[in-house]
């Protein structure tokens, strides 16, 4: 299911993140790094909240509009019942769509907004998404403190907020179209192989969007995907290849991007909804601003995977969102 | 040629240096036994307590220095390291106990702590008294034998 957009662009991002994005190769391109995990707070679930806080209020300031005059939030996270999305939005007075699509969520968001704003229903949205290392670690993983050994293909959640600001004024990031995914089994049940979990949901959007779109992948000068990490990146670019006779040349993954591979323990890369949105806000929207790529494809990809489901022993459904960028001069 | 999506998931999943990991568990693991042997022949020729009383006090020194070394917060990265070395002996277990404890303290005293500090290793004490009774049973039924 591909929407092509006619007039819907990006007027702003902002990039909030925690010590070890800023630390990692890209830490000059956000907006506000913390040093400190709790941002002030008592615990990872309210850290969270404020970040959410944070990023949305950033763009506010950076942007320079009103926050009354913003007809639609759109947002979600990966903590149960979205509560960082929804906590931070009790302080806000504007109508919220809460959605969940894992680390996905922030091409949903973006893919959603530019729909309801192209379709003429309203004038401007903010789309906005987090994540927490702890919180998310708590949640899904084990306790913070433990230290159990970990396997080299477990992704590290990335800790941060991104919010972006979307509207029919015109600006130098648009919205040319975005895919819906679908969920796909990956007949994966390993829970530290997320990369392997999403690869094959990356691979069916992207698949889904050139089909739709009539395009070749060479229209594109980068295609990034979300958090598929060193592994993820591997087997996709050899599953598109030899599913899809489709040759990946101009091909990163945000997961890879985010942080020093070599120095930071972060295992296989990072994860999480905020990995794909910071990178791509913070880095590559400079990037392309500076004229280095015109057209990028961005399949955010989210592992929908739950504790419980997998201590049933089901393998993990994953789904990804694609949305096509263009700079325009 | 078109390769199933699972064979090309093996191909790229990153092999764990298991040969490494037992060496490493192997040595840490023997340290840890050196340790606990001094400190049962210590306590018992400082204190004269015999053996049995003396490694109860053993025991009870590793666990305090584990959840203290995990409360300082950089005992996660020791276990990380040493894996089963340290995760097997009790050093594994107040390590497990004492993070969850940590981690759930802010969400209340009987809510938090009481109901998840065992969530690691709750199953090491249920399966410890199934398994210690299993064999209570086979000792006792060769003896009646």
Not at chain 1, 221 to 226: A, C, N, R, S
Not at chain 1, 279 to 290: I, L
């Amino acid at each position: 299911m591909t929407f092509k957009f006619n007039d819907v662009y990006i007027n702003d991002t902002s990039t909030i993140t925690g010590p070890y994005e800023s630390e990692g190769p890209l830490g000059k391109y956000f907006d506000l790094c913390h040093k400190d995990l709790y941002f002030g707070e008592k615990n990872w679930e309210q850290a969270e909240v404020k970040l959410v806080d944070e990023a949305i209020n950033t763009l506010v300031n950076k942007s320079k509009i009103n926050i009354d005059n913003v007809d639609l939030l759109i947002g979600g996270d990966l903590l149960n019942q979205i509560v960082a999305s929804n906590y931070a939005m009790e302080k806000f007075k504007n109508s919220f769509i809460g959605i969940y699509a894992a680390c996905s969520t922030s091409t949903l968001g973006l893919i959603l907004g530019a729909s309801l704003i192209d379709g003429g229903f309203i004038n401007n949205a903010i789309t906005f998404t987090s994540s927490h290392n702890t919180s998310a670690e708590k949640q899904y993983r084990y306790p913070v403190e433990y230290g159990g050994p970990k396997h080299k293909s477990t992704t590290f959640t990335s800790t941060g907020s991104a919010a972006a600001l979307l509207s029919k004024n015109r600006s130098s990031i648009k919205i040319e179209s975005g895919t819906i995914g679908r969920v796909i089994d990956s007949k994966v049940g390993d829970v530290s192989n997320m990369g392997a979990v999403m690869a094959i949901a990356a691979a069916d959007t992207i698949v889904s969007h050139l089909k739709d779109t009539g395009r070749n992948i060479d229209y594109y000068d980068l295609v990034l995907t979300g958090d598929l990490g060193i592994y993820g990146k591997k087997i996709l670019k050899e599953y598109m290849l030899s599913e899809y006779n489709i040759d990946l040349k101009n091909y990163n993954d945000t997961g890879v991007m985010l942080y020093d591979l070599e120095n930071q323990p972060v295992y296989a890369g990072a994860s999480g909804p905020a990995c794909a949105p910071l990178v791509t806000y913070g880095y590559v929207f400079d990037q392309m601003k500076k004229g280095k790529y015109k057209r990028i494809l961005l399949a955010a990809t989210g592992a929908l995977m739950c504790p419980t489901m997998a201590n049933h022993k089901l393998t993990i459904p994953s789904i990804s969102h694609v949305v096509s960028l263009e700079v325009i001069s | 040629m078109k390769q199933n999506y699972q064979e090309i998931v093996k191909k790229h999943s990153p092999k764990e240096n298991v040969l490494m990991n037992a060496v490493i568990a192997f040595i840490t693991g023997g340290l840890m036994g050196i340790v606990g042997q001094l400190l049962i022949d210590g306590y018992s020729s400082w204190f004269d307590i015999p053996t049995k009383e003396a490694t109860v006090c053993m025991l009870v020194t590793l666990i305090f220095f584990s959840c203290l070394f995990t409360s300082l917060g950089f005992f996660d990265k020791w276990v990380n390291f040493c894996k089963c070395g340290l995760i097997i002996p009790i050093t594994g277990f107040a390590h497990a106990t004492m993070s969850a404890a940590l981690e759930y303290r802010k969400e209340g005293l009987v809510t938090g702590i009481g109901a998840n500090m065992l969530k690691l290793s709750g199953a090491v004490i249920i399966f410890g008294v199934v398994s210690s009774f299993v064999f209570s049973l086979i000792r006792m039924v060769v003896g009646l034998i």
